[in-house]
């Protein structure tokens, strides 16, 4: 990890700039290659993240994990994995169920996530679901109208996609889902290809 991105983990592994930083029991930072060509980028840690510390290792992250590496025939560690908010939001005090960041969680966090776009600058960001993206394309359209077209943040192209637990919460490995995934993920294997500037 480049010093600036370790020195940016140090600071959110002991921030407590919102509410979730008293449910928390990992901060999750987010993971991968500094000089990654893509950034994946999801909402919120959910249970076994915030346990190990790591973005999307429970189902949802299983099935990211084969759209790299069977998919986009990328490995995991070659790729950048983060999110929205660095620490899990949960709608209980169970600690049980997970729900999207809110706004004060958002805009207390967001600028980690900021910054390890501009450390990393990815040729490509791929926002999963419906939060993410609207907050990396400032648009308050629904994920159904906004996945599958480029868009832009700060010049680097943008591809929204579905969020994989909407796909395995509709269907998991038969969701009808996937073909639009799968066909999201193909516009951003061609984008890679495409001769770089210069
Ligand atoms: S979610 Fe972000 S802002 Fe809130 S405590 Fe965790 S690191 Fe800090």
């Known amino acids: 990890m480049s010093n600036k991105l370790q020195q940016l983990k140090l600071q959110a592994e002991s921030c407590i700039a919102c509410k979730l930083a008293t449910t928390r029991n990992r901060v999750v930072f987010g993971e991968g290659n500094p000089d990654a060509r893509v950034m994946f980028i999801g909402e919120g840690p959910g249970r076994r993240e915030d346990e190990l510390g790591r973005p999307f290792v429970g189902r949802s992250g299983e099935l990211l994990t084969r759209i790299i590496e069977n998919g986009m025939k990328l490995s995991r560690e070659s790729v950048y994995i983060a999110n929205i908010v660095k620490c899990r939001p949960t709608v209980d005090m169970a600690m049980q169920k997970d729900r999207a960041p809110d706004q004060e969680e958002v805009a207390a966090c967001s600028h980690f996530l900021q910054k390890q776009i501009e450390l990393i600058q990815p040729e490509v960001i ?44 509709n269907g998991g490995d ?5 073909k639009d995934v799968w066909h999201d993920i193909q516009l951003v294997m061609k984008k890679l290809d495409e001769p770089g500037p210069g």
């Open 126 to 169: 791929v926002t999963l679901g419906g939060p993410s993206t609207k907050f990396i394309l400032n648009s308050k359209e629904g994920i159904t109208r906004l996945r599958g077209q480029w868009h832009s943040y700060r010049e680097i192209p943008v591809m929204p996609t579905f969020h994989p637990s909407y796909i395995l919460r």
């Open 174 to 178: 038969k969701s009808p889902l996937k």
